[in-house]
């Protein structure tokens, strides 16, 4: 399975995945369509970047005057500062600056900034990146990039997947405009849900489903079913549950979702497990239904409804309320009710705070749900 390197890389840190054009390219554009000046006058930073080999820096450099930028920057990890051992060898473009140093090119982070017409061509573009080393290692945790964030309005990067949570509560500090990639089981963390519930951060336009290819080191073990080597040689994996985290505002999330009633659902729907039911599943331990499909939920139910954390894809503030996420310590304080003794002995995996439904005389846990209820002004 290719998510499978996505747990390999939490566990050993393999975390230097690179985004592909066409992915920034239309999460970008998203937000344009919806706000054309969104990124105008704007210093964008992109941290936790690989700037000789980033598409991120690619996209944003050769796209500086139409985006509007006033400054681009973007930074990167000093090779032996990364979790996992490579045999580091300096790229010919950094050996052949006057300024180059073999003993800060393995030690020293790179920055990257873009500003103005270096070449004196009259256009601002890649070939005017300026660059020197880092005082340190290019860790986004550091007083030096937490400086650069600061003077930055919007971050754009794919984080670490180890250091995700971490990356959040450093974007939250920031109180900028943000969108980064990471993967869909993050709404789940304590550092992401609650930022999600309160509208503070929400899902991205272009990824809602499938997997998505990431460009891999040379040396980046290929394990997992779904990889390449193109005829360059480069690397490529395919990774499961990607998706964008932003706080940029979008028209899809202004969308209200098409509902169905329960009767047409129950007649019309697509999934076997709807259609000629009469009724949906009640849960045990809460009062609500679940639903598990998105494109289920009713358009005539007005109580509380659980729902797949895939609902966010299509979620539109507008139209619905999250009420919560009914799982482990979320859920006991949303006041779900413990489980009796017995039935934990038929279900091993029973935790208190987890919503369960029965089913054939056993409890049934749904597969991580979030707590929704319709607006009544919708």
Not at 320 to 340: A, C, R, S, T
């Amino acid at each position: 399975m290719a998510n499978t390197n996505l747990a390999n890389a939490k566990t050993a840190k393999n975390d230097e995945f690179y985004t592909q054009y066409p992915d920034i390219q239309k999460e970008i554009n998203a937000y344009l369509d919806y706000d054309p000046n969104v990124f105008r006058g704007k210093t964008v930073l992109l941290p936790c970047d690989d700037p000789e080999w980033s598409n991120f820096t690619k996209f944003f450099a050769q796209n500086f005057v139409l985006l509007g930028l006033k400054k681009l920057i973007s930074t990167s990890y000093a090779p032996e500062s990364k979790k996992y051992k490579l045999p580091y060898q300096p790229t010919l473009f950094e050996t052949q600056q006057p300024y180059f140093d073999n003993d800060k090119s393995k030690t020293h982070g790179k920055l990257f900034v873009l500003e103005r017409d270096v070449t004196g061509d009259n256009r601002i573009n890649i070939e005017d990146l300026q660059w020197q080393y880092l005082e340190g290692d290019g860790d986004f945790r550091s007083k030096e990039i937490r400086k650069l964030r600061d003077e930055a309005d919007i971050i754009v990067t794919n984080p670490p997947f180890s250091l995700f949570r971490e990356f959040v509560v450093w974007l939250v500090e920031s109180e900028k405009k943000f969108a980064i990639i990471g993967n869909v089981n993050a709404i789940s963390y304590k550092e992401v849900f609650p930022l999600i519930k309160d509208n503070k951060m929400w899902m991205g336009v272009s990824i809602h489903s499938g997997d998505r290819e990431f460009g891999v080191p040379d040396t980046y073990p290929l394990e997992a079913s779904g990889w390449r080597i193109d005829e360059n040689g480069n690397k490529y994996i395919r990774v499961k549950g990607v998706r964008w985290f932003t706080n940029i505002d979008h028209g899809r999330r202004h969308e209200p979702l098409r509902l169905m009633t329960m009767a047409e659902n129950f007649k019309h729907s697509k999934h076997k497990e709807i259609r000629g039911q009469k009724d949906y599943v009640h849960y045990e331990n809460y009062n609500a239904i679940d639903i598990p499909f998105t494109d289920a939920i009713p358009s005539d139910y007005e109580g509380t409804m659980g729902v797949p954390i895939t609902f966010l894809d299509k979620y539109c503030p507008e139209q619905f309320e999250i009420i919560g996420h009914p799982h482990g310590d979320y859920g006991l304080e949303l006041g779900l009710k413990p489980y009796p003794r017995e039935l934990k002995e038929l279900n091993k995996g029973l935790r208190d705070g987890d919503l369960y439904y029965m089913k054939d005389g056993k409890p049934e846990l749904p597969y991580r749900r979030i707590l929704i209820r319709k607006k009544q002004s919708v």
